[in-house]
């Protein structure tokens, strides 16, 4: 059985305009994506620049 | 005192059950295997909860490319092999350019999946995931069982979720084909 229901309007209603603490770390986690995006970039670089080396 | 410390009495809305996020890495190098990519990110089980965690990590636009998120519930893993995906499949829609709105869409379609908005009243969705690839984020419903009934109930909300008209399709496609080179959607809506 569905006992707790919420539509998206409520769920809007509860959400708030601050930043809420959270017990894992979020620090980590978004620095990780950073990292993941800065190797992902440096790789499609090496990739654009392919043609050099190869001739 | 007690009493003026607000904070203890502080009262929580409490979702039906308990819901993970979950985060596929992209590979940067070829020794890492798919179980070192997908990782438990955080459990929450109440409205507070979610919105703390979700203004705590990067938007779909923040993400890399071939990252997955997974809010799963419960402790089901958000693979095809788990027991409770095996006879299910997934309601899927992709979004194709830059941006189109896509933060505002995964938001809606969380909201709708840990509300319980979508489900009528047995648990028909064990979870909803948001893809990145090259240019297009791929949503999907992922659902127990793929009895039609159900389904199209399921799918009819899902695109009011995901505001989409005549024109979108929505594509159902078993679990059971995912092995397929080229599935093909048992149902399209
Ligand atoms: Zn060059
Ligand atoms: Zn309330």
């Known amino acids: ?55 | 005192t007690i009493l003026s410390d607000s904070t203890q009495f502080e009262y929580k809305h409490p979702l039906n059950t308990k819901w993970t996020l979950w985060y596929t890495k992209p590979a940067v190098d070829k020794s890492e295997s798919w179980s070192d990519l997908l990782r438990p990110v955080t459990s929450f089980e109440t409205v507070e909860e979610f919105w703390a965690i979700f203004k705590n990590i990067p938007t779909p636009i923040d993400l890399p490319l071939k990252s997955d998120y997974h809010v799963f519930r419960n402790d089901i893993r958000p693979e095809w092999e788990d027991e409770a995906n095996s006879k299910g499949g997934k309601w899927s829609f992709q979004v194709r350019g830059k941006n189109n709105n896509v933060e505002e869409l995964w938001m809606r379609s969380l909201m709708a999946v840990i509300g319980e908005t979508i489900d009528e009243d047995e648990y028909q969705i064990n979870g909803v995931v948001l893809s990145v690839r090259k240019g297009t984020y791929k949503f999907a419903l992922w659902t127990k069982s793929e009895d039609r009934e159900p389904l199209f109930e399921i799918g009819k909300k899902f695109k009011q979720v995901l505001k989409l008209n005549d024109e979108n399709q929505l594509e159902f496609f078993p679990h059971s084909s995912a092995n397929n080179k080229h599935p093909q959607p048992s149902i399209t809506l």
């Open chain 1, 1 to 55: 059985m569905i006992e707790n229901r919420y539509s998206i309007e409520e769920l809007l209603q509860l959400k708030p305009s601050e930043i809420q603490p959270v017990d894992f770390d979020a620090v980590e986690f978004r620095a990780i994506i950073e990292k993941i995006k800065q190797v992902q970039l440096l790789k499609d670089e090496e990739f654009a620049h392919g043609g050099h080396f190869n001739r």
